[in-house]
């Protein structure tokens, strides 16, 4: 599926929709630039969830656990990841494998660890649409 955002208010409702139809242990794979949008994707799905308090990316705490919607949300950022190893530290199967829904930022350096069932979401700049354009696409890739 592949959807357009024209600017952030775009970018925060696809990720709003996503959060209304995520099930319980979904895993969603985010890919993208820096700056190019995850997080306020990634802030529309915990609305989409019913979680109001501020989402931030957790760039240096690896993992930030949001438990107040409708299904808990498990959002990974693992830039900072050196060795996929390092993911069993945190016991991220709990996580992956768990009744929440876990979005991981960055997914594909540790993408041996990410469950079949994954949804891989890329978000892409096309300048030639405009600054703000994004393509959004979301996939199966196992």
């Not at 929709?17 to 794979?29: C, F």
């Not at 990316?57 to 498990?74: H, K």
């Not at 696409?137 to 196992?142: A, F, M, V």
Request: proline share 4%; net charge negative; glycine share 10%.
């Amino acid at each position: 599926m592949i959807y357009e955002s024209f600017d952030e208010k775009d970018t925060f409702a696809i990720g709003e929709t996503i959060g209304k139809q995520t099930r319980p242990g979904e895993v969603y794979a985010l890919l993208g630039d820096l700056g190019v949008g995850k997080t306020v994707l990634t802030k529309g799905l915990a609305q989409g969830l019913g979680i109001t308090e501020a989402v931030n990316s957790p760039t240096f705490t690896i993992v930030q656990i949001y438990e107040q919607g409708r299904l808990p949300l498990y959002h990974f950022d693992v830039y900072r990841i050196a060795d996929p190893e390092e993911m069993d530290e945190i016991g991220y199967e709990d996580y992956f494998f768990g009744e929440g829904v876990c979005l991981v930022e960055w997914a594909n350096l540790i993408e041996e660890l990410m469950p079949p069932q994954t949804k891989w979401i890329t978000i892409e700049k096309d300048l030639s649409k405009g600054f703000s354009y994004r393509k959004i696409t979301i996939e199966n890739r196992k």
